[in-house]
């Protein structure tokens, strides 16, 4: 799981339950705020993202689901 943008309180809760996750889950986790392009790119190919996030496919605009009011 990759959680992108965390605010500093997602982060702190993820440091203080961290000591309690068996290891093998704590390395399926990664939760980022600074570098996220750098680790998202580790996870994902560039062609497979869109540019907001760092990737080179273009950014999705158009949508088939009709937005709820």
Same mark, same amino acid.
């Given at each position: 799981?990759?959680?992108?943008?965390?605010?500093?309180v997602?982060?702190?809760?993820?440091?203080?339950?961290?000591?309690?996750?068996?290891?093998?889950?704590? *390395?399926?986790?990664?939760?980022?705020?600074?570098?996220?392009?750098?680790?998202?790119?580790? *996870?994902? *190919?560039?062609? *497979?993202?869109?540019?907001?996030?760092?990737?080179?496919?273009?950014?999705?605009?158009?949508?088939?689901?009709?937005?709820?009011?």
């Open positions: 799981m990759l959680v992108l943008s965390a605010p500093l997602v982060t702190g809760i993820w440091h203080m339950l961290k000591s309690i996750i068996p290891v093998v889950t704590q *390395q399926k986790i990664t939760i980022t705020s600074s570098e996220k392009e750098k680790k998202l790119l580790d *996870q994902v *190919q560039a062609n *497979q993202l869109e540019k907001k996030f760092g990737g080179t496919c273009e950014n999705a605009t158009d949508f088939t689901e009709p937005i709820l009011p």
